[in-house]
């Protein structure tokens, strides 16, 4: 028998299970995140269809809230008054583009049920190559959306509240609106809280 596989049958009790030390990591996240939770466990965590379309479809409540108001910013000095009327067509294009993307998922999500989302179906059409670049750009679209979103929510918050930005300075507080919340999230979805 080899070296290595006496090693690792040397570590699995008599019950079979493996008693390996705790990185100081791993016992770290233990202390800051709870036990993980078995299969048994996140059956109970699924959101319910209505539910799981508004929490999960923030890059398209982001495109049509903030992408008609950065339209209407950009034509103003153009077009003037006239953009307002320039806008309500362009944002019907976008709720167009909205509610394609939301019919294309109904569709997906009834032929690949398992998870995984883009880079499943990329991948089982198209190759592991694709689904690396769909699994990019997924990342780098959740972090553009963050950054959006948190940008227009910060400049709203301090145009609303201009005394909030006095006291640290514009920019000082713009950054401490922005990631606060954003830790506070991750820090939540890290606990899986729904």
Not at 78 to 88: D, K, P, V
Request: hydrophobic share 50%.
């Amino acid at each position: 028998m080899p070296v290595a596989l006496r090693k690792a049958a040397s570590m699995l009790g008599a019950d079979g299970a493996a008693d390996l030390p705790e990185s100081s990591w791993y016992s770290l996240k233990r202390r800051l995140l709870g036990p993980p939770l078995v299969n048994e466990q996140l059956s109970e965590e699924r959101l319910s269809r209505p539910l799981a379309l508004g929490v999960l479809s923030c890059d398209g409540i982001s495109s049509a809230n903030y992408g008609s108001e950065l339209i209407l910013h950009e034509l103003l000095p153009f077009f003037g008054l006239a953009a307002f009327t320039i806008l309500l067509p362009m944002t019907g294009v976008i709720l167009l583009g909205v509610a394609l993307v939301v019919l294309s998922y109904r569709e997906v999500v009834t032929v690949y049920t398992r998870a995984g989302g883009s880079y499943v179906v990329a991948r089982e059409n198209f190759g592991p190559r694709v689904a690396q670049v769909a699994a990019v750009a997924l990342m780098v679209d959740y972090v553009v959306t963050v950054a959006v979103q948190n940008a227009a929510g910060s400049a709203a918050i301090i145009s609303t509240f201009p005394a909030l930005g006095k006291p640290l300075g514009d920019t000082t507080t713009l950054l401490l609106i922005s990631v606060a919340p954003t830790l506070v999230i991750c820090y939540a979805n890290l606990l899986v809280v729904r």
